[in-house]
């Protein structure tokens, strides 16, 4: 994570997180932390806010009998927490999400579990449309505490170039 102090008075400063295009390297890797412990209340919330009426996610009888033979945290929270961990590194600064794709789901995560999430970045380039602008993908994938990866996905946003940020003009 990019932590910047920017002195906007005597004595007075300012912090920014994330990244501007500029600090972004193809083939670097950045771990996000602190990591989170998922609990069965995240799980029971999550999936009565979405309205997923899938069992599997909060009837611990119905559950039992399954493969997994306890509750499955809904993947789409595993999801939401884990683009969440990125954020300060990856889209901090962002100005839009562009797209997720490849999304892939390689084990189950049950309520206890604490996982960790880490972005490779893949690719970057120019923004056609806005010159001020950068176009970076990454590939992030959760972990486990035990190092097993649970999901993967590629992620791109568009990331203002340096100077150019809402920071830079607030």
């Known amino acids: 994570m990019v932590?910047?102090?920017?002195?906007?008075?005597?004595?007075?400063?300012?912090?920014?997180?994330?990244?501007?295009?500029?600090?972004f390297e193809v083939g670097a890797v950045y771990e996000h932390r602190p990591g989170r412990t998922i609990s069965e209340a995240d799980n029971t919330?999550?999936?009565?806010?979405?309205?997923?009426?899938?069992?599997?996610?909060?009837?611990?009888?119905?559950?039992?009998?399954?493969?997994?033979?306890r509750p499955v945290v809904n993947s789409a929270l595993t999801l939401a927490i884990v683009t969440g961990m990125s954020v300060s590194d990856i889209s901090q600064k962002a100005v839009a999400n562009l797209?997720?794709?490849?999304?892939?789901?390689?084990?189950?995560?049950?309520?206890?579990?604490?996982?960790?999430?880490?972005?490779?970045?893949l690719s970057m380039r120019e923004s056609k449309s806005r010159p001020n602008h950068g176009v970076v993908t990454v590939r992030t994938t959760g972990r486990k505490a035990d190092g097993t990866a649970f999901m993967t996905f590629e992620r791109t946003v568009l990331v203002p170039k340096r100077g150019h940020s809402v920071d830079d003009i607030a």
């Open 3 to 23: 932590v910047e102090h920017s002195e906007i008075g005597p004595k007075r400063y300012r912090e920014s997180f994330g990244r501007c295009f500029e600090d």
């Open 99 to 121: 797209g997720w794709d490849k999304i892939r789901l390689t084990a189950p995560v049950f309520a206890g579990d604490t996982v960790y999430a880490e972005s490779e970045v």
């Open 45 to 69: 919330w999550f999936t009565l806010l979405t309205m997923n009426q899938h069992p599997l996610h909060f009837d611990a009888a119905y559950a039992a009998k399954s493969e997994f033979g």
